[in-house]
């Protein structure tokens, strides 16, 4: 796939002018520079793409309060999933 996308870029070049060897030489130069910005924007944002491209997240933080009732709501359900199993 990628031969092909070059064969194509390379026909849209030509057809336009005739390029010496350098100008095509740096024509390609400018597209890898490209491609390996874009590479690094992929590989630094994760794989979200969007408004939140390049951001940092932001840690969660909950109170101890709130993390007290997740953990005594975890621990009903449990209770109910052993007594469920006892029950068996």
């Not at 408004?51 to 109910?80: E, N, Y």
């Amino acid at each position: 796939m990628f031969i092909r996308s070059l064969d194509n870029w390379h026909k849209t070049i030509t057809r336009e002018k005739i390029m010496t060897r350098e100008e095509l030489v740096a024509a390609v130069d400018e597209e890898i520079s490209r491609l390996e910005k874009v590479r690094a924007l992929l590989q630094s944002g994760g794989s979200k793409i969007g408004s939140t491209f390049g951001k940092p997240r932001k840690k969660r933080v909950l109170s101890a309060d709130a993390r007290a009732r997740i953990a005594a709501a975890q621990r009903r359900r449990w209770a109910k999933q052993k007594a469920a199993q006892a029950k068996k």
